[in-house]
């Protein structure tokens, strides 16, 4: 069984930058805020035009310029969003389309913020047992269009952002690439960080006017208690990566973890007893995309010089479901 590596990255935002100081104009925020709680910045709003699979087909364009690989190589493709350009199919659909990729498999893992390593791991799976060599692994999101931009949703509003990363993963012949993978779901408390609708269950479809006026077809989040599990899955599931590969924090050059909100990955630091300069951050720039944050944050670590060739990172991602997951990697 030979594992897969990521040969290709790249990334792709919106144009449009939002300061925190555009929001305090829509809504009752401040920069104060919105920095210390979360050390975010900016963020970007994919505009009217633009679509999820828009942001896809450019991250993944760059990231199959990295690989080296033309349309005719790839065997599958994954993307992990919560926001799909139409209720079905998935934006993988789209992807391969407007890539021109021969009719392989494509679908969607809808798996919030943990999706794009969850897409690496079934991706990694199929190259382990020889189903695939070349694989696209997207993660890609316009959520921002999803959000309630009034005072109402500020909570929510300050901290999300739309992006898109993507990873050209291929099978490896040598020591180098995805040592393992390791996901996980609790959904008892998903009511904690959810969009109800449009969705089947009763009372949340679109044409439910009460629904829309109270606020449930747009995102919901308590914030004190998907802090509360993040600070402690985030940990667990490092460690878990770290135990599966025989590996001490001393052997990790970095930890790209999930960009939910700097106060996270302070927490987790602490709790490790690492430096933050181990885990990287981006966020001020971005906020939190969501799927495509790990992918983004990969692609710029790599692109800054953090990540050179032998090297054990850790992927480690939390989110709505609650999913939570991590991979180990040798460069
Ligand atoms: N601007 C100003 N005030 C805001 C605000 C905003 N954007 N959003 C919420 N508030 C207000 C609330 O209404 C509340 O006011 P009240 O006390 O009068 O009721 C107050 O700020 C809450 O502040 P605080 O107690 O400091 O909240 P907090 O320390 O829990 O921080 C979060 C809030 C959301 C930043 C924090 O809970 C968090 O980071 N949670 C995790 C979020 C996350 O990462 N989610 C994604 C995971 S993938």
């Known amino acids: 069984m030979h594992k897969s590596k990521i040969t290709g990255l790249g990334f ?13 104009k829509i809504m009752d925020t401040s920069d104060e805020w919105i920095q210390s709680r979360s050390g975010i910045k900016e963020r970007r709003w994919a505009s009217e035009d633009i679509a999820t699979s828009d942001l ?12 080296g690989v033309s349309p005719e190589d790839i065997d599958l493709v994954i993307v992990g969003t919560l926001s799909s350009d139409y209720f079905f199919p998935g934006v993988s659909a ?4 407007k890539l021109n990729l021969r009719n392989v498999a494509a679908f969607d893992i809808k798996a919030a913020c943990s999706a794009f390593v969850y897409c690496l791991s079934v991706g990694d799976q199929f190259i382990r047992s020889g189903m695939a060599e070349t694989a696209l692994i997207v993660g890609a999101v316009t959520q921002t269009k999803l959000i309630d931009k009034t005072t109402r949703g500020r909570d929510i509003a300050v901290l999300f952002g739309d992006g898109a990363g993507a990873a050209i993963i291929q099978t490896s012949n040598d020591d180098s690439g995805i040592l393992s993978t390791h996901l996980h779901c609790e959904g008892k408390d998903m009511r904690n960080l959810w969009m109800e609708g449009p969705g089947s269950a009763p009372g949340v479809w679109i044409n439910n006017k009460q629904a829309i006026a109270d606020g449930r077809l747009s995102p ?3 914030g004190r208690e998907v802090f509360r599990n ?4 985030f940990p667990e599931v490092i460690q878990e990566a770290m135990d599966e590969n025989g590996l001490t924090m001393d052997d990790i050059k970095l930890i790209i973890p999930h960009q939910a909100n700097n106060r996270i990955s302070q927490a987790v630091a602490k709790r490790m007893g690492i430096d933050m300069d181990r885990i990287y951050s981006n966020i001020h720039k971005y906020g939190n995309t969501t799927a495509a944050s790990i992918p983004i944050a990969l692609t710029e670590a790599f692109q800054e010089g953090k990540i050179k060739k032998g090297d054990h990172i850790i992927l480690a991602a939390f989110g709505a479901g609650y999913t939570w997951a991590s991979a180990a990697i040798r460069w």
């Open 12 to 24: 792709e935002v919106p144009e449009k930058v939002v300061l925190n100081a555009d929001l305090e």
């Open 220 to 222: 919901f989040m308590n």
């Open 56 to 67: 896809a087909l450019g991250a993944s364009k760059k990231a199959m310029e990295m690989a």
């Open 230 to 233: 993040a600070v402690t899955r």
């Open 94 to 97: 789209q992807l391969q389309d």
